[in-house]
């Protein structure tokens, strides 16, 4: 389901199309939700995604955070870049560094776990000179379902605006 397209030929490979709105101010959900509720039926009053991690890949996220839970140890989720073509959007590792300082020391049986893209040396170094082994780094290891699945499993999630987040807020895990 999409828009109409110019291309005729495109339409007509699509299962439904919908006309374009001529209402700019529209909030972008809403927006998404016209392909749907048009295109083929379905409505809500719900303007949220939700994601449900299977019970295959929630017992393989389990085993693979399971040294970092032990003891019942809570684990906090970190995202500390973003996409390379969008730098701006980043806060300076030196500031995350210091955030995990305070949690550590508010709760030092607090687990980190890296998500993300693959980090610079620099970066999860910057994080384990501090947190040591209590950091999982993650970042660039698994498949886009396997860090879902993990992040099921986080008692928080602290990121930036970047695809981890939007996972995050479809799994409903408490999130900054």
Same mark, same amino acid.
């Given at each position: 389901v999409a828009m109409r397209q110019g291309d005729e030929s495109l339409n007509q490979r699509l299962f439904a199309t919908v006309e374009h709105s001529s209402d700019a101010d529209i909030p972008l959900a809403d927006w998404q939700l016209r392909l749907v509720e048009q295109g083929v039926g379905v409505s809500t009053n719900e303007r949220y995604v939700e994601y449900h991690v299977s019970a295959e890949e929630q017992r393989w996220a389990q085993t693979y955070l399971a040294a970092l839970k032990a003891g019942g140890s809570r684990v906090v989720g970190l995202v500390v870049e973003t996409f390379h073509t969008a730098p701006h959007r980043d806060w300076?590792? +030196?500031h995350f560094v210091a955030l995990v300082k305070l949690l550590r020391d508010y709760d030092p049986a607090l687990r980190f776990v890296l998500f993300? *893209?693959? $980090? +610079? *040396? @620099?970066?999860? @170094? +910057? $994080?384990?000179?501090v947190l040591g082994e209590r950091l999982l780094s993650a970042a660039g290891a698994l498949t886009l379902r396997q860090s879902a699945a993990a992040m099921n499993e986080l008692d928080l999630f602290i990121g930036l605006d970047t695809g981890p987040s939007h996972i995050i807020a479809a799994l409903g895990v408490p999130a900054v």
């Open positions: 300076p590792i +030196a993300g *893209a693959p $980090l +610079a *040396a @620099d970066k999860v @170094d +910057a $994080l384990r000179s």
